[in-house]
């Protein structure tokens, strides 16, 4: 089984910004595999698919942000998900728009949500896949992660979503190492 959650805001007026990422990878993955993620459970937005061997479960929390941790908690411990075994999609000031960057585990870097998964957790040892949104030149960057991508922006993104979607594939059927390998 790979459990794979996106994180974002839920609701109309987060939809498109950045800090939402996570959510926009997540709904272009289950496109990609066929899959809708439209199910009510743990709090989230789910949806499940064995493709070949493999179990797949999407997950997009409806906690906000930074309460992501209940709703990831509550998936994994209902299906007894190894944490090697989950992902988690999210947005990075760190990293310039359009750049993704697999890790195996480590620090939470100040985002909330991977804070707050690992807190749930008890761990940080959870793959994730950090999707970059840049830092603002100027301003406060809650406001700039709270806030949509420019329309110059909105191609880039897009490009970086798709990219995220074939890595999210390989992990799922050859494992994080040629994920590394493939797309870092």
């Known amino acids: 089984m790979k459990m794979?959650?996106?994180?974002?805001?839920p609701g109309g007026k987060y939809l498109k910004t950045r800090h939402n990422f996570g959510f926009m990878a997540i709904d272009r993955l289950a496109q990609h595999l066929e899959m809708e993620c439209n199910r009510k459970k743990f709090q989230s937005l789910l949806c499940k698919k064995t493709?070949?061997?493999e179990e797949v479960?999407?997950?997009?929390?409806q906690t906000f942000m930074n309460l992501s941790g209940a709703a990831v908690r509550e998936a994994v411990n209902m299906y007894k998900c190894?944490?090697?075994d989950l992902m988690v999609v999210c947005d990075d000031l760190d990293l310039p728009l359009g750049k993704i960057r697999i890790r195996r585990g480590?620090?939470?870097g100040g985002h909330r949500g991977l804070e707050s998964i690992a807190d749930g957790l008890g761990s940080t040892d959870?793959?994730?896949l950090k999707l970059g949104v840049g830092r603002p030149a100027v301003g406060d960057p809650g406001d700039y992660?709270?806030?949509?991508?420019?329309?110059e922006e909105e191609a880039m993104a897009s490009e970086a979503a798709e990219k995220a979607?074939?890595?999210?594939?390989?992990?799922i059927f050859e494992g994080i190492d040629v994920c590394m390998n493939e797309f870092n």
């Not at 479960?57 to 929390?61: C, R, S």
């Not at 979607?165 to 992990?171: E, G, P």
Request: positive net charge; glycine residues 14%; aromatic residues 8%.
């Open 165 to 171: 979607c074939q890595a999210l594939k390989t992990w």
């Open 57 to 61: 479960i999407l997950l997009k929390p």
């Open 51 to 53: 493709i070949g061997q």
């Open 82 to 84: 190894a944490l090697q």
């Open 4 to 9: 794979i959650v996106g994180l974002g805001n």
């Open 126 to 128: 959870f793959p994730r």
């Open 145 to 151: 992660v709270l806030s949509p991508f420019s329309r």
């Open 106 to 108: 480590g620090g939470c």
